[in-house]
């Protein structure tokens, strides 16, 4: 008698799931995604890259490259709390999934 009670219940309850694609989700004001990079600031240092304990950061001083590979990257926020220029911040980008392995790689 107790379960066809609880039954019951349940299926007259509002569903608890989101919509997602159509129900946005609301962000943490403190979710660490997606690596958001200003060139201008950056005097590439190179201590972002060695932090990483992942090794998914690589700098290039003589070209003045940089690029994070987001399929290695642990989102540990190392990378930034180390960086002296305070250039390089995780943003609340988080839909981060593709298809083709060559597009985790973001350059700077």
Known sequence: MKLTIECLKNVLKKPFTQKYPKERPAIPSRLRGKHVYDKEKCVYCGLCARYCPSNAISVDREKKEWSVDIGK??????????????????????????????????RG
């Open 73 to 106: 990257c642990l989102f540990c926020e190392q990378c930034a709390e180390v960086c002296p220029t305070k250039c390089l911040v995780l943003g609340t980008e988080f839909e981060l999934a593709e298809v083709d392995k060559g597009r985790f790689v973001f």
